[in-house]
């Protein structure tokens, strides 16, 4: 019996990650940039054992059905696989949420999954190993592995495509970001359904590879001089581009609801009030706000005169991934 337990943060991207240029490996069409924050966090605990017949998953106190397992099993799957593991596994995972809002992440989720699997089986990965195992699982989670900002690096085969840290002599804890949580009356598109539907049929695709190549130059040449204005409108316009493509696509879809475009117009009026902070999102209508640590005060009360205070949360950069002593049992809250 082996038991292994690990806490990832989740990130959030900078430059997005949309499209996948092989289904099965989680190769991506273009590379990413993220900042791994420390508000949202998932601790999970893996022991294998030749007791189960099946695996047996706990997601927050409640045992899973098969469906709800799915994800977690196929990525066991690949781990029994690859590394010729005959047994079936209880898993234990707890997501860190500062409110119930739908933050629940399947970066942090899939990071410390691989973390947690990689721990008990005693395979003594590297980090970039672990980065491309995560991946596996999901491919936003390989750029969990690492605090600050990271990059992944799409590759072109299993082994040439993951994360690894951006040098920023700390800057990232000059910054934080501020979540506004917004009502989603739609039906949800998940992101790998939609990046999908995207690749197979927007129209406006190709003009996303062209930009997001250029604005991921600038998010880093931003990284590389401390240039906040630069890693703000790189940011905002290039999560701009990625929503545009969903318009593209058949049947044509949105992410956004008139919440989200009410937060993006309070951004854009911050500014002109002196306050410079920029917009992000991604496969929902919540919208992320960067802005720099010493006007996220300022910034949070603007935008409690428009939203509840339930709907705010502010977080800052987090640490990597973190191997958990196995022997310390998950509490549930
Ligand atoms: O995080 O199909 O990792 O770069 O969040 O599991 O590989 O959930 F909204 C866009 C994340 C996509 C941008 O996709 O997909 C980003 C997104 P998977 P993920």
Known sequence: MSIGAARAYTNIALIKYWGKQDEQLILPMNSSLSLTLDAFYTETSVRFTSELTADRFYLDGQLQNEKQTKKVSSFLDLIRHKYDVPQFAEITSNNFVPTAAGLASSASGLAALAGACSAALDLSLSPTELSMLARRGSGSACRSIFGGFSEWQKGDSD???????????????????????????????????????????????????????????????????????????????????????????????????????????????????????????????????????????????????????????????????????????????
């Not at 009030?273 to 802005?291: R, S």
């Open 159 to 333: 082994t040439t495509s993951y994360a690894v840290q951006i040098p920023s002599d700390s800057w990232e804890q000059e910054l934080a970001m501020l979540f506004i949580l917004v009502d989603d009356a739609q039906k949800d598109v998940s992101s790998r359904d939609g990046m999908k539907r995207t690749v197979e049929t927007s129209v406006f695709y190709e003009g996303w590879l062209t930009a997001v190549a250029d604005d991921l130059v600038s998010a880093k040449q931003a990284i590389a001089t401390k240039d906040f204005t630069l890693l703000g409108e790189t940011a905002e316009s290039n999560a701009l581009r990625m929503h545009a493509t969903t318009l593209g696509a058949t049947p044509p879809f949105t992410y956004w609801s008139p919440d989200s475009l009410k937060a993006m117009n309070l951004v854009r009026a911050c500014r002109l009030e002196g306050i410079p902070c920029y917009f992000t999102m991604d496969a929902g209508p919540n919208v992320k706000v960067l802005v720099q640590k010493k006007d996220a005060d300022r910034l949070t009360a603007r935008f409690a005169e428009e939203f509840n205070e339930n709907q705010l949360v502010l977080a800052h950069a987090g640490p990597g991934i973190e191997i958990l002593d196995s022997e310390r049992s998950l509490t549930y809250d």
